[in-house]
Nanobody, 124 residues
């Protein structure tokens, strides 16, 4: 079992920045690829970014490429999502997820464990 707790969400103006954190507890953090997903009101949960256990392979959704950066600190059991140049359409609940299978990292089905989410609101 892996417990994931997100933090760092909030209200920001368009063009601003936020950094989300996801702290993991339980099984060995370095066994898991980590991902960020988001869900806006009335929409499906969608992939944002993923990172493999060593941090060597990273994927981003096209909608956030060049603006968001995923990283992890295995010594702190934490994964981060740095979000720059935020847009109103980035408004959503952001979820952290852990994957032991290390496949289909751009899909919800690829993940075993999920956090409770943190709200990000970008005002225009």
């Amino acid at each position: 079992q892996v417990q994931l707790v997100e933090s760092g969400g909030g209200l920001v103006q368009a063009g601003g920045s936020l950094r989300l954190s996801c702290a993991a507890a339980g099984h060995t953090f370095t066994r898991y690829a980590m991902g960020w997903f988001r869900q806006a009101p009335g929409k499906e949960r969608e992939f944002v970014a993923s990172i493999t256990p060593s941090g060597g392979i990273i994927y981003y959704a096209d909608s956030v490429k060049g603006r968001f950066t995923i990283s992890r600190d295995n010594a702190k059991n934490t994964v981060y999502l740095q979000m720059n140049s935020l847009k109103p359409e980035d408004t959503a609940i952001y979820y952290c997820a852990a994957s032991s299978a290390l496949i289909q990292l751009d899909r919800r089905i690829g993940y075993n464990y999920w956090g409770q989410g943190t709200q990000v609101t970008v005002s225009s």
